[in-house]
Structures are given as C-alpha cells and as structure tokens.
C-alpha cells in the first residue's frame, strides 16, 4: 500500500511522464499512449509506469519499442524537471485493465441479452399456457 508521500511522487511522475511523451519526443505521435498509472517502490528507487495504447497489437508493439528505444531519454528528461536525490529506474509495462475489462463488458452485455431472450420465452410460455387453461 502507497503512502501519501509516495502517492504524490507516483503522481508527479505519471504527469511529467504523459509531458514528455505528449511533447518532447516526437516519436510517441506515432501512437496514442495514455499513462494509465504509476508504482513507486518504498525505497523509490524503483519506478514501474503502466501505460495503454489505443489501437491494436501493432500499436501495442510500436508503443513497447519506443518505450525500450527512449528508456534513457525519458530518464534524463525526468532527472530535469523534477529534483530526485537519485533518479529511480523506471520500468514500462503494458497495461491490460482496460482491454480486459472491454472483455468483460462484451462477456456481460451479451450475457444480457441471453437473459432478456430466456425471459421473452418464458413469458411467452406462461402466456401460452394460461391462454390453453382459459380455453379448458
């Protein structure tokens, strides 16, 4: 569980980082990449930026290259906007929430209309069967 203080720093970070992506390295313009959260260690020596992208596999892959490619740059840009008594390793990983959750989303809509179906039937059922009552 994050302290406050490093709630603030994963913050500061997951803002600087979205910054630097958005404007100072052109190259993320190839892809939409949305920093979706940060984990700082309790040392803070260690920094763990979750992102997501918008599109598909190709999108995914292009965003994990980039993120290798400028791994260094994003450091030293970071070391320069914000004062660390040493600048943590960052890592970046893909983050799957909001896919899964569309998953889960498409698992429960269609779930609901397998639902609202099986209670059309059984209305018309009922209906069937107290219209064949009636007629006895």
């Known amino acids: 569980m994050k302290n406050r203080r490093q709630e603030r720093f994963a913050e500061l970070i997951k803002k600087n980082v979205s910054e630097i992506i958005g404007s100072v390295i052109d190259n993320f313009s190839q892809v939409f990449v949305t920093i979706t959260d940060v984990d700082v260690s309790s040392n803070y020596m260690n920094v763990k930026i979750n992102y997501s992208v918008l599109g598909g596999e190709e999108e995914k892959n292009k965003a994990k290259k980039l993120f290798q490619k400028f791994k260094s740059r994003l450091r030293f840009e970071l070391g320069n906007r914000i004062e660390f008594r040493r600048v943590p390793i960052f890592s970046y990983e893909f983050d799957e ?40």
Do not use: H, W
Request: proline share 0%; no cysteine.
């Open 97 to 136: 929430t909001i896919e899964k959750a569309a998953k889960i989303e498409k698992i429960l809509s269609k779930t609901k209309k397998e639902v609202e179906r099986f209670e059309e039937n059984d209305l018309q059922l009922i209906n069937e069967r107290d219209n064949s009552d009636e007629k006895q």
